[in-house]
């Protein structure tokens, strides 16, 4: 029946879904000027700069590659992973380039490692539906557990990326 369905909603997961949607709404339009094609709202800026000021065109691949997967994993227990992915897709056009590296290849490590996100409601809205819809389930327990796996994700992707790296870098193309 009707009312079968509206009580099985996950109502804390559609409110998680809403808090994720307004932090992107809040990241990327606090300040921004509707008449730019481009994001230039207050706290993006201050991001892109932070982060551009990390990575510098003198960095190493390896450390860089880390970087970006450690950050894409657990920002997005924070944030959104749409808005992680947002933020570093800007830099990193800007400033791959420069290192002689494909964009592409950094956008797909940032991408893939912005999905392994297991610790936080916050990090999608699949999450949110999932950890509201589960009963037994607590936080802490989500965070641990969670936890553990962003970091087995992390070795996992650095391992695949490096890889990637090693075996194409220098090959025509």
């Known amino acids: 029946?009707?009312?079968?369905?509206?009580y099985d909603l996950p109502y804390l997961g559609l409110a998680f879904m809403g808090i994720v949607i307004l932090l992107l709404y809040l990241v990327l339009g606090i300040g921004n000027d509707p008449a730019t094609s481009e994001y230039d709202g207050?706290?993006?800026?201050?991001?892109?700069h932070l982060?551009?000021?990390l990575i510098t065109t003198d960095i190493d691949v390896f450390p860089l590659l880390v970087m970006l997967v450690l950050a894409s994993v657990f920002l997005t227990e924070i944030v959104s992973n749409t808005t992680i992915i947002l933020l570093l897709f800007s830099i990193l056009d800007s400033i791959a380039p420069e290192m002689s590296l494909n964009p592409l290849f950094l956008m797909l490590a940032v991408t893939v490692a912005?999905?392994?996100a297991f610790m936080s409601p916050i990090a999608s809205p699949v999450n949110?539906?999932?950890y509201a819809s589960i009963?037994?389930?607590?936080?802490?327990?989500?965070?641990i557990k969670g936890g553990l796996l962003n970091l087995l994700a992390s070795l996992y992707l650095l391992a695949v990326f490096w890889g990637f790296h090693t075996v194409f870098h220098g090959m025509p193309g």
């Open 42 to 48: 207050y706290l993006y800026l201050m991001i892109k």
């Open 135 to 143: 009963r037994e389930l607590s936080l802490r327990e989500m965070l």
């Open 1 to 6: 029946s009707v009312n079968r369905i509206f």
């Open 114 to 116: 912005s999905t392994a």
């Open 128 to 130: 949110a539906v999932a």
């Open 51 to 53: 982060m551009g000021s």
